[in-house]
């Protein structure tokens, strides 16, 4: 089992910026892939950003340019980050991590983002 624990979110004006972290613990051997995704209200959710275990990144093109993510693996634990800067009001939604180890896929609970205009 993995655990996802996501922090970081929250209130910011347009342009602002804020960062996302995720914690993946638990049986973190194998997490191969791990992603941001993102659902506004009445949307489906989609994918923001995403890092292989050997590092490589992919971005929708909406957030290109503004996001980064980026991936630290510790001994007992695994975090990914999401940097989000030049904010916009189309970037609130709801932030949630997702960890794939195999074929499996675990997600976090969510993490809030609203940016004013």
């Known amino acids: 089992q993995v655990q996802l624990v996501e922090s970081g979110g929250g209130l910011v004006q347009a342009g602002g910026s804020l960062r996302l972290s995720c914690v993946a613990s638990g049986s973190i051997s194998s997490i191969n892939f791990m992603a941001w995704y993102r659902q506004a209200p009445g949307k489906q959710r989609e994918l923001v950003a995403s890092?292989?275990?050997?590092?490589?990144?992919?971005?929708a093109d909406s957030v290109k340019g503004r996001f980064t993510i980026s991936r630290d693996n510790a001994k007992s634990s695994v975090t990914v980050y999401l940097q989000m800067s030049s904010l916009k009001p189309e970037d609130t939604a709801v932030y949630y991590c997702?960890?794939?180890?195999?074929?499996?896929?675990?997600w976090g609970q969510g993490t809030s983002v609203t940016v004013s205009s």
């Open positions: 997702l960890a794939v180890k195999w074929t499996l896929n675990y």
């Open positions: 890092v292989t275990g050997g590092g490589v990144t992919n971005y």
